[in-house]
């Protein structure tokens, strides 16, 4: 059947949730990337929408 779980040694755990702890935080400055990448888009949409309404008139 399955093994039971083994609890990994202290310095394992250290190393394991350093790393987790790594991953979260390059998690939230991706996060951020692509926050900065949605404004920029953001912005180029709106010139556009300008541009074509300035044509208009």
Same mark, same amino acid.
């Given at each position: ?8 040694? +202290? ?10 702890? =790594?991953?979260?935080?390059? @998690? #939230? ?6 926050? +900065? ?10 010139? =556009?929408?300008?541009?074509? @309404? #300035?044509?208009?008139?």
């Amino acid at each position: 059947m399955n093994e039971p779980s083994r609890i990994p040694n +202290e310095e394992t755990r250290k190393r394991l949730l350093k790393n987790l702890h =790594q991953g979260v935080l390059d @998690l #939230q400055e991706f996060g951020f990337q692509l926050e +900065e990448v949605q404004a920029g888009l953001d912005k180029h949409i709106r010139e =556009q929408k300008i541009k074509r @309404l #300035q044509k208009k008139e």
